[in-house]
């Protein structure tokens, strides 16, 4: 299965991550947005502006229903599905681009860390 994301501007995916609870993929591009996609129907449920610059890196929480991006913008956002990807908190605090980040996979922590371009590694 192959799944395109057309636009004018021809925008290239960066980064994918499966949200295997909800059978569902999502994409992040050179454009700043983030697609979603239902593996299983072939079809692509949304697309939305995620940052000014592209998304670098996406991180899925291992039991509740967000998802972490990344940017060139140097900053990290948390993304709630369930509430048709409302944006609830934007962190800030790297001067230069924010390359990854992860999830503490210890649910009950709620914590992440980031890496980015300017050499440091931070845990929130």
Known sequence: MVFG???EQKPLPCVVRFIAQKQWFVAGDNNGH????AYMTNSKLKKFQAHA??????AVHPTDPFVLSSS???LIKLWNWENDWEC?????GHPKEVKSVK???LAA???FASASRD???KVD
């Open 5 to 7: 994301i057309p636009n």
């Open 34 to 37: 983030i697609h979603v996609y």
């Open 53 to 58: 610059s592209w998304v670098s890196s996406l």
């Open 72 to 74: 060139g913008d140097n």
């Open 88 to 92: 609830i908190r934007t962190f800030q």
């Open 103 to 105: 999830f503490n996979p």
């Open 109 to 111: 922590r709620n914590s």
């Open 119 to 121: 050499g440091t590694i």
